[in-house]
T-cell receptor
Framework: QQQVKQSPQSLIVQKGGISIINCAYE??????FPWYQQFPGKGPALLIA?????SEKKEGRFTISFNKSAKQFSLHIMDSQPGDSATYFC??????????FGAGTTVTVRA | DAMVIQNPRYQVTQFGKPVTLSCSQT?????MYWYQQKSSQAPKLLFH???????NEADTPDNFQSRRPNTSFCFLDIRSPGLGDAAMYLC???????????FGPGTRLTVL
């Protein structure tokens, strides 16, 4: 039973466009929501993360929006670049412990 | 640079032949994790060590075992690999109470 549901499974965006990936969770005990980026043949790497006391966090072209009441959070990639082409996983954890991953979204940025 | 190192990067084994994957870290983190990741799927946690304490996930097959001889090293043993065990195996570490997990590059296991 997947604790974090992620959509879409894949998306294609033009260079300079906006990529949006959505995640939803049920367990209200989750208190940490990271996004990991994974390139083919590599391990995942932390991209950006948020805690539920904040509704938005921005780091460069990457923004997390968090809606506690709806139990949803999303990743926005602004001005998408070909180098952003990767698989993105949302995740959630309790007390900074084990991560529950979403199923992943493969993003392809067309030049 | 401090990092998580996995060896080998690629491992080919025969059906039923035991295999050991290794992970080492220079981050001095006390928590180490092993994940299995199949193609186009999310990483699936197999087990983790919190210091020397071993924590097995309920659905991890008995075929998978782990050893952590010291803080820096952790091993994944697959006693009798089946075709369904072909996957990428990822090692990750984190500091106690820290939020970020640092992943190694993974070992791609092929079972013939």
């Amino acid at each position: 039973q997947q604790q974090v549901k992620q959509s879409p499974q894949s998306l294609i965006v033009q260079k300079g466009g906006i990529s949006i990936i959505n995640c939803a969770y049920e367990n209200t005990a989750f208190d940490y929501f990271p996004w990991y980026q994974q390139f083919p043949g590599k391990g995942p790497a932390l991209l950006i993360a948020i805690r539920p006391d904040v509704s938005e966090k921005k780091e460069g072209r990457f923004t997390i929006s968090f809606n506690k009441s709806a139990k949803q959070f999303s990743l926005h990639i602004m001005d998408s670049q070909p180098g952003d082409s990767a698989t993105y996983f949302c995740a959630a954890s309790i007390n900074d412990y084990k991560l529950s991953f979403g199923a992943g979204t493969t993003v392809t940025v067309r030049a | 640079d401090a990092m998580v190192i996995q060896n080998p990067r690629y491992q080919v084994t025969q059906f039923g032949k035991p295999v050991t994957l290794s992970c080492s870290q220079t981050l001095n983190h006390n928590v180490m994790y092993w994940y299995q990741q199949k193609s186009s799927q999310a990483p699936k946690l197999l087990f983790h060590y919190y210091d020397k304490d071993f924590n097995n996930e309920a659905d991890t097959p008995d075929n998978f075992q782990s050893r952590r001889p010291n803080t820096s090293f952790c091993f994944l043993d697959i006693r009798s690999p089946g075709l369904g065990d072909a996957a990428m195996y990822l090692c990750a570490t984190s500091r106690q109470g820290a939020d970020t997990q640092y992943f190694g590059p993974g070992t791609r296991l092929t079972v013939l």
